[in-house]
C-alpha cells in the first residue's frame, strides 16, 4: 500500500509563501501522473496543478498559474509545491495526489490514485 503524506501548510499573511512538501512511499510501475489538488469545505476538490511524467511541463491551472512552482523528484519520492504572492482565496485544505489522472477534464473522483490527509493552508487578509 502507497502511503502518502503532506506537510508545510500553516498561517500566512495575503503576499507571503508556503512551500508545501509531499513524499509517498514505493509504487508500482514507473513515471507515474502526481499533483497537487485543494478542498475548501463545502466545495469539490479542485486541481491546482500536476505532472503528467518525468520531464514534462507541469500543467498549472488559472489560479495558479505566475504564482505557484511544481517541482517533482521521483529519484526521492517527493513533490514539491512552492506557493507565492498568495492570496486569502487560497485559503484550503491541500491534498497530493499520486497515480491521479493530470487533465484539468478529469474531475476529483475518490478511490482513484494515492492521497495523503491533506495540509492546510489559510492566508490571512
Known amino acids: 500500500q502507497t502511503e502518502v503524506e503532506e506537510s508545510g501548510g500553516g498561517v500566512v499573511q495575503a503576499g507571503g509563501s508556503l512551500r508545501l512538501s509531499c513524499t509517498y512511499s514505493e509504487l508500482p510501475g514507473m513515471d507515474h501522473s502526481m499533483g497537487w489538488w485543494r478542498q475548501i469545505p463545502g466545495k469539490e476538490r479542485e486541481l491546482v496543478t500536476c505532472?503528467?511524467?518525468?520531464?514534462?511541463?507541469?500543467l498549472y491551472t488559472n489560479s495558479a498559474k505566475g504564482r505557484f512552482t511544481l517541482q517533482r523528484n521521483d529519484a526521492e519520492n517527493s513533490l514539491v509545491l512552492q506557493m507565492d504572492n498568495l492570496r486569502p482565496e487560497d485559503t484550503a485544505m491541500y491534498y497530493c495526489?499520486?497515480?491521479?489522472?493530470?487533465?484539468?477534464?478529469?474531475?476529483?473522483?475518490?478511490?482513484?490514485?494515492?492521497w495523503g490527509q491533506g495540509t492546510q493552508v489559510t492566508v490571512a487578509s
Open positions: 505532472s503528467r511524467q518525468l520531464g514534462a511541463d507541469p
Open positions: 495526489a499520486i497515480g491521479y489522472f493530470c487533465s484539468e477534464s478529469e474531475p476529483y473522483r475518490p478511490g482513484i490514485g494515492y
